[in-house]
């Protein structure tokens, strides 16, 4: 009896014991890709950009120390799994399919969708119903087309090679809308003339799953720790105001 008492014992104190966390890395190598401004590129030979001043906020929220790589876009995962790097802020858009090899953190920016109008057309908010008979562009095989296609069946929906030439179609008259990447249509205002012709009239609201989860932090299955503490980070430079310091220095309007 003491015998089979002692393994009980044993037992009891085994499960009370507490489970032991891999350490994080030290340093965390983050890789980024350095050819996507304004959110990575090179510059005086190093990495540059929104995504490399937020990893450095987020590594001093998170109290890691973390160093910067550079690897080209071609391969960018396949590094990570082979332990070349410990992350990757990279412009990598959260989908099902990367999802099935990687982990990721909490988006830390998204592009929002948005219309654009002529600068004559007094087209308020939008939703779905009000696009009824509307012809509104937008780019082959982007989010922003299957979006009109579910949301929108009633529109006049029409396909193009990219934004800018739904864009010029717009410009002509041709169409009475554009819905896309709001980088890609401010970049479109800010052309000779561009702000002249036309105006932003509002974002789809965020949230719909056919306009993807965003971009966020790529990490190895199974580093949850590492995965944790960059989600904490990136909820305390949202909160302290850090993060839109940093936004506001590449890009015009709110990504979070």
Known sequence: MSRLLSRLLVLVSLAASPVQAAPLPDPVRIATEGGNPPFNYVEDGKPAGFEVDLA????????????????QWDGIIRGLEGAEYDAIMASLAITPKRRSRISFSRSYY????????????????????????????????????????????EADIRSFDSVKDAGYDLRL????????????????????????????????????????????????????????AFDRAIAAVIADGTYDRIRAKYLPFDTK
Request: with cysteine.
């Open 56 to 71: 450095e906020a987020l590594c001093k929220a998170a109290g890691l120390t973390c160093r910067i790589v550079l690897h």
């Open 110 to 153: 998204r592009i929002p969708s948005s219309y654009m109008a002529r600068r004559d057309d007094q087209t308020g908010p939008l939703d779905p119903a009000a696009l009824k008979g509307r012809a509104v562009g937008a780019a082959a095989h982007s989010p922003q087309l299957a979006y009109l296609e579910a949301r929108a069946p």
């Open 173 to 228: 008259g041709r169409l009475d809308l554009v819905l896309g990447d709001k980088r890609e249509l401010t970049e479109i205002l800010a052309l000779p003339d561009g702000a002249a012709c036309c105006r932003l009239v509002g974002d789809v609201p965020p949230g719909d799953p056919l306009l993807g989860e965003g971009v966020g932090i790529g990490l190895r299955k199974g580093d949850d720790a590492l995965r944790e």
